[in-house]
């Protein structure tokens, strides 16, 4: 038996912060494969979208992955910590919570915590859900410390947490470590991409003064373009705005001022959302919103209205629709980032959908025979997280109070897909939650999302009324006081960053 030759000769067709972590994560993982090559074409000519600044907490893997220093990383990126998202306004005006990363309580007698919460709303505890989340009472505290793994009895042992970063400075970032590496990057406008007569493979990109760039595997990290994937091979795309019709945003950094908390913000505004990432130089703020239900001038106009300092740039005017490209994996072309589609980033998925369309191409790599079985499996899993995503962000907006507008008022209404209305019917009917297929978002996401948004169980577990009255207060009120304990003795986040070495100078805190 011989197999087709491996694929040696890479070519990532644009930069930003998909392309770089292309770059960065194949020159660390096959860097040693002989004969290989990775060039990265971009033009300076062409703008990044680079507005996504959040995380979740994948993306600590990733950087481990890379062999970075988290404290060079968080000076480099000026980057703060992130432990969960607040939702403002979302249930109805005046009303917040948290999602936080890392777990709720902890299991009893065998079942997940979620059932004794709910058994002790039956008796009159008011505690929300929030309280017995460490990652949520260190954000609002505005405290910060790593995981004690180390130390599973203690409430830091169930923590998580990810990155709020500047994405044109990671992206610069990564550029430094694919180069040391070997990548090589070429500057130039792309004027056409050239294909095989045959197969319709892709075979080179040509560039505005006549070079021409060959490889056997192209990546497209080109954006909203597609170059490669839409444009070149035509691969349709998949709109979702029927269920997320928000298809427009305006971005603009500030001054730091407000809440100084380790959480990205999300507050809900008439006809979309408003976000605020707080950085360690300014704050990353934008307005998603649906053009149907508000124009671009009053969209922007509230934006500017509600910002924690003063602008630091012009309004950014972006134009999207959610969805994905049907495949994202063509002949010898695959798409990473906004080449192969969009979801709002609501929840912070956006980088972590480049993360995970590298580990996918990693482990499904190619040889030169490109066969269909290995695509087809890339192509079915990149769905599947898409359409995941994209429930968990519907859960949002279709759990709500909210009937004060005719965008709130058409999201409330709208039948949900079948697989989330199927997950919302299971925990109505118990509160039991059911994580599909390894699913991007833990039970414990879909936890506090549902909770606190008001979708209420009829009843939960009938193993949580193993435990009296009494006992099932006493353990609750344990959990609630050890994460307050623990969290009263941790140091603010700024603290945290400048005995561990992640704080910036003083002279650059002053440059956005």
């Not at 860097?31 to 993306?59: F, N």
């Not at 694919?178 to 095989?196: H, L, P, W």
């Not at 623990?486 to 700024?494: E, G, K, S, W, Y």
Request: net charge negative; hydrophobic share 40%; glycine share 10%.
């Amino acid at each position: 038996m011989s197999a087709p030759p491996p694929v040696t000769k890479i070519v990532i067709v644009g930069g930003g912060t998909a392309g770089w972590m292309a770059s960065a994560a194949i020159v660390r993982v096959l860097g040693d494969m002989p004969r290989l090559s990775v060039t990265l074409v971009e033009s300076e000519a062409i703008g990044t979208v680079g507005v996504g600044e959040a995380t979740i907490p994948q993306i600590i893997g990733f950087n481990r992955l890379l062999g970075l220093d988290e404290m060079q990383f968080m000076r480099e990126t000026r980057a703060t910590y992130k432990l969960g998202i607040e939702f403002v306004d979302w249930l109805r005006p005046g009303h917040s919570y948290v999602h936080p990363f890392g777990s709720f309580g902890i299991a009893m007698l065998g079942i997940e915590f979620q059932h004794f919460f709910l058994r002790g709303q039956s008796l009159g505890e008011e505690a929300r859900i929030d309280d017995y989340s460490i990652a949520a009472m260190m954000g609002k505290a505005g405290r910060f410390s790593w995981p004690r793994p180390d130390n599973p009895r203690s409430p830091l042992s169930k923590l998580s947490y990810a990155f709020q970063f500047d994405a044109g400075r990671y992206a610069r970032f990564l550029r430094a470590y694919a180069e040391r590496a070997g990548a090589v990057r070429v500057e130039g406008r792309i004027t056409q991409v050239m294909q095989d007569g045959e197969t319709g493979f892709v075979t080179a990109v040509r560039l505005e003064d006549g070079r021409e760039v060959a490889g056997e595997l192209f990546i497209d990290c080109s954006g909203f373009r597609s170059l490669l994937l839409g444009q070149t091979l035509g691969v349709p795309f998949m709109d979702w705005s029927k269920w997320l019709p928000c298809d427009s945003a305006v971005a603009i950094p500030c001054t730091l001022g407000g809440a100084n908390e380790p959480l990205t913000r999300s507050t809900a505004r008439t006809a979309g959302w408003q976000w605020r990432i707080p950085l360690q130089h300014r704050i990353g703020n934008g307005h998603v919103f649906s053009s149907s239900h508000i124009d671009r001038q009053a969209a922007t106009d509230l934006l500017l209205a509600n910002l924690d300092g003063k602008p630091l740039a012009d309004p950014n005017q972006l134009a999207f629709r959610a969805g994905h490209r049907a495949r994202t994996w063509e002949k010898n072309v695959v798409a990473l980032g906004l080449a192969g589609g969009f979801l709002e980033p609501l929840e912070s998925t956006s980088i972590h959908l480049v993360q995970s369309g590298i580990a996918r191409l990693m482990a499904l790599f190619p040889d030169t025979g490109f066969s269909p079985v290995e695509i087809d499996r890339f192509n079915r899993d990149t769905a599947g997280e898409y359409r995941d995503i994209r429930d968990f962000l519907v859960l949002h907006y279709s759990a709500t109070e909210r009937e004060d507008s005719e965008f709130w008022r058409y999201c409330k209404n709208l039948p949900a897909p079948d697989s989330l209305a199927e997950k919302l019917a299971m925990f109505r009917s118990s509160g039991r939650i059911i994580r599909e297929n390894n699913e991007l978002f833990t039970e414990d996401s879909w936890l506090s999302v549902m909770l606190s948004q008001g979708v209420t169980p009829q009843g939960y577990h009938p193993a949580a009324w193993m435990l009296d009255a009494d006992e099932t207060r006493t353990r609750l009120a344990h959990i609630r006081g050890a994460i307050a304990q623990t969290v009263a003795q941790l140091p603010t986040q700024d603290e945290f960053l400048r005995q561990n070495g992640g704080a910036i100078a003083a002279e650059d805190a002053l440059t956005a």
